[in-house]
C-alpha cells in the first residue's frame, strides 16, 4: 500500500524584532500580500501585536489565517497563512489580550493606521 506524498507549501520567516519601528506594519503588510494562497509567513516578535492582528482582519477578512505558536513574555511566534477561499462565516478574532501588545508603548507601533 503506497501513500501519496502532501505537498505542503513554503513557509516564510519574517523576524519583526529586525525592522525599524516605523517600517513594521508597512513591511508586514507587504510581506502578506507578496504570499500566494496556502503560503504561510512565520511571524517572530518580543511582543504580542494584538493592534496589529485587529488591522490584519479589517484589511484581509478571513483570507489570513491566525495561528500562534508561541505566546511566551518576548517570544512571540505567529503562523500567517494565505486561505483565499475562506468564508466570511468563520471568524477571525485576536485571543485575548495578554498586555504588551502594539500600541501600548512597547513597541511604538501607533495602534492605527
Given at each position: 500500500m503506497s501513500s501519496t506524498p502532501v505537498m505542503t507549501r513554503p513557509t516564510h520567516a519574517f523576524d519583526a524584532r529586525g525592522v525599524a519601528k516605523r517600517f513594521r506594519h508597512a513591511a508586514i503588510f507587504g510581506a502578506l500580500e507578496s504570499l500566494e494562497d496556502g503560503e504561510t509567513m512565520r511571524f517572530v516578535n518580543d511582543h504580542d501585536p494584538l493592534p496589529l492582528i485587529q488591522q490584519m482582519a479589517q484589511r484581509y477578512g478571513n483570507q489570513i489565517g491566525v495561528v500562534y505558536v508561541?505566546?511566551?513574555p518576548g517570544n512571540i511566534v505567529i503562523d500567517f497563512t494565505v486561505q483565499a477561499n475562506a468564508t466570511d462565516d468563520?471568524?477571525?478574532?485576536?485571543?485575548?489580550?495578554g498586555g504588551g501588545g502594539c500600541g501600548s508603548g512597547g513597541c511604538g507601533c501607533s495602534g492605527s493606521r
Open positions: 508561541a505566546r511566551e468563520a471568524p477571525v478574532a485576536p485571543p485575548a489580550s
